[in-house]
């Protein structure tokens, strides 16, 4: 084994203790040992796009390919690192370089089909379908391309086509996972819950317990209402090589197992670690359960993103919390039960009656005061904070999320004034003073005043309404128990349940939904005709402490 290979393993070793900058100096080394070896290259920048080193894994890539012009598959890792950031037209025209220059079919194959999944990406959904359908004309059926396409229509919410090549690749693959968990998730995408339960229940009973499948099948549950069964398969999520993969990146790859807690009393006085997991919302949500386990110990410590420390501590005076990047750092064996916090939904969530929806998150009092000065000048008019996109790409942020210019122009009315609360804002403002009644009428406070969650619940603290698509600010405004309007598609996300204009979690939140899939229209009116009535009935009245 040459020096190169050794620091190459030694590098996938550091990745996996999420040892990144360790990893990333083996890699450099091992690359200028052996710069043509795809491997090297390959981890090299997958390394770097996980430390948001994007242009450095640019400038290393092009330098290779500059010096070997002929290696294809050098030229691919280049085109599929501009497509994992999401630069789809240069990876386009990488693709196609390659298709042009390259003799290898294998790699050319690839290369096309990654040309029609840059198209899904972008959102030419059409053309991703045209595409694929090209390659089946010119290469034949194939597995992976019967799947793409399938997706592609699952993304146009076209039920009856998704099926078509979903049963076409389980003709190819009767035992393929990820297209069960796809057929099904498709009924799901249309509301179509029953459906996709007996599609989840047919593939678990075939298959056994997989992992992927009964944490679909638990939010299907979840979703219908079924919360005792919903939870109990809930904790399959921790069973899921992908979910875990994800969420060991918050805790700096914590190694231990989890207390399998059936009963309060087994946390009777126990000195217990909860750990908090997947977005910001998920984690202000579960956090309710802390009223609860509260009242059997008073030796909790919860590990939660850095952002919501300030919030919680200011909330919870006898709990502990760190960041769970530090997790890994302090004594675990001090612990007597280690678990996930949304695994108390499992002691204290199995019916409607027992969820609390009051307030149990409180911002400091000078938070509350620097945003009541900044919005002092606009006192007398209704102030409604508002955001439009929520999720990412694999949670069907496309389908959730609205343009904005169109939202605001859609609830404008006079004596309103919009505070934008959408994280990282593309908003211009400019145009979007240009369509409302008034160019005061819209107020963005800058990034890094609400990048800390205590910072934006005072702010949300000093509003009239928020109104937002699914996404943390429904679950800041709701914690805190500010009035709440949640724009949601046909088929919300499982916290949102699958009718009615409630949740269980937030008694201040009311849920509009899509009458019809993807038409915002009525959502969007129904929201101005509540902020309207809000606005003039004489029996709102503005709390006293804001």
């Not at 977005?279 to 919860?302: A, P, Q």
């Not at 210019?405 to 211009?428: G, P, R, T």
């Not at 849920?511 to 606005?535: H, P, Y």
Request: with cysteine.
């Amino acid at each position: 084994m040459d020096k190169a290979e050794k620091l190459y393993l030694k590098a996938t070793r550091l990745i996996d203790e999420q040892e990144f900058d360790a990893a990333e100096n083996n890699l450099i080394l091992a690359h200028k040992i052996n710069d043509y070896e795809s491997k090297i290259v390959d981890l090299l920048v997958k390394v770097l796009r996980t430390q948001k080193k994007n242009d450095r894994a640019i400038e290393i890539l092009e330098k290779v390919i500059s010096k070997y012009p002929m290696r294809h598959d050098l030229r691919f890792i280049h085109a599929l690192n501009f497509f994992e950031i999401g630069y789809y037209q240069k990876a386009r025209a990488s693709f196609l370089k390659i298709i042009e220059q390259s003799k290898d079919e294998t790699i050319n194959i690839s290369a096309g089909i990654n040309i029609a999944n840059c198209y899904r990406r972008e959102g030419s959904v059409e053309l991703a379908i045209a595409h694929y359908k090209s390659l089946i004309e010119r290469i034949g059926v194939r597995h992976d391309i019967l799947y793409n396409l399938a997706n592609c229509y699952d993304d146009l919410n076209d039920l009856e086509n998704a099926k078509i090549y979903y049963e076409k690749c389980l003709s190819i693959k009767p035992q393929d996972i990820d297209c069960l968990y796809n057929l099904a998730q498709a009924h799901i995408n249309v509301g179509r819950y029953e459906d996709a339960l007996k599609i989840v229940n047919g593939s678990i009973a075939r298959l056994g317990n997989v992992p992927s499948l009964k944490l679909q099948q638990s939010l299907i549950q979840l979703t219908v209402g079924n919360f005792r069964d919903g939870w109990e398969n809930y904790k399959y999520r921790w069973k899921d090589p992908q979910f875990i993969k994800n969420e060991a990146k918050k805790y700096s790859n914590l190694k231990t197992s989890f207390s399998d807690i059936r009963e309060e009393k087994e946390l009777k006085d126990k000195k217990i670690l909860l750990l908090s997991e997947q977005g910001l919302g998920d984690t202000i949500m579960f956090t309710s359960l802390l009223n609860e386990i509260k009242k059997v110990s008073e030796k909790i410590t919860v590990g939660v993103d850095k952002r919501l420390l300030d919030l919680f501590r200011s909330s919870f005076q006898n709990i502990k919390f760190i960041d769970n990047k530090l997790i890994s750092e302090i004594n675990i064996r001090a612990f007597d039960v280690i678990m996930p916090l949304a695994n108390l939904a499992l002691l204290y969530r199995n019916k409607k009656e027992e969820f609390e929806s009051d307030q149990y998150l409180c911002p400091k009092k000078q938070t509350i005061e620097y945003f009541k000065k900044q919005l002092d000048k606009y006192h007398g008019n209704f102030l409604v904070g508002i955001s439009w996109r929520g999720g990412l790409i694999g949670t069907r942020s496309f389908h959730r999320s609205v343009n904005p210019i169109n939202f605001i122009k859609s609830i404008q009315q006079e004596n309103v004034v919009f505070i934008d609360l959408q994280h990282q804002s593309e908003l211009n403002l400019n145009e979007a003073k240009s369509i409302i009644l008034k160019p005061n009428d819209i107020i963005q406070f800058p990034e890094n005043d609400l990048f800390d969650i205590e910072m934006l619940a005072g702010l949300i603290h000093n509003l009239d309404l928020v109104v937002t698509v699914q996404n943390t600010n429904v679950h800041v405004a709701g914690s805190i128990e500010k009035k709440c309007l949640a724009l949601l598609p046909f088929a919300p996300e499982w916290r949102y349940g699958h009718k009615g204009n409630t949740m269980p979690w937030y008694k201040s939140v009311e849920l509009i939904r899509q009458k019809e899939i993807g038409n915002w229209d009525s959502v969007f009116e129904a929201s101005k005709q509540t902020i309207s009535q809000l606005k003039n009935s004489k029996l709102y009245v503005r709390n006293e402490n804001e």
